[in-house]
């Protein structure tokens, strides 16, 4: 059984910063991608960025040069830190890893999401 556990979400004002976190737990063998995703309201589920188990990083234009994407893969953890937040940026952030266990095949598991509003 996998569970991500994503923590962080909390409403902050516009040009503000965050740090979202998630940790990924359960018999994991390896973990590939994990990435961040957001879904505002009445809105698709969007990419946010996304790294691979070697640090290259991706990331939606609407992010490049105020989030980064960093993570931990000693704690299978990924993190999110957001700064020059703006109100377009609430919504609901999942984050998602694609891994293996050691019992079944590579698949992509999601978090249950944290919210992220900006507003003053």
């Known amino acids: 059984q996998v569970q991500l556990v994503e923590s962080g979400g909390v409403l902050v004002q516009p040009g503000g910063s965050l740090r979202l976190s998630c940790a990924a737990s359960?018999?994991?063998?390896?973990?590939?991608?994990m990435g961040w995703y957001r879904q505002a309201p009445g809105k698709q589920r969007e990419l946010v960025a996304h790294?691979?188990?070697?640090?290259?990083?991706n990331y939606a234009d609407s992010v490049k040069g105020r989030f980064t994407i960093s993570r931990d893969n000693a704690q299978n953890t990924v993190y999110l830190q957001m700064n020059s937040l703006k109100p377009e940026d609430t919504a609901v952030y999942y984050c998602?890893?694609?891994?293996?266990?050691?019992?079944?095949?590579?698949?992509?598991?999601w978090g249950q999401g944290t919210q992220v509003s900006v507003a003053s």
């Open positions: 998602n890893a694609d891994l293996l266990t050691i019992a079944t095949m590579r698949t992509v598991y």
């Open positions: 359960g018999s994991i063998f390896i973990i590939y991608t």
């Open positions: 790294i691979t188990n070697g640090g290259s990083t």
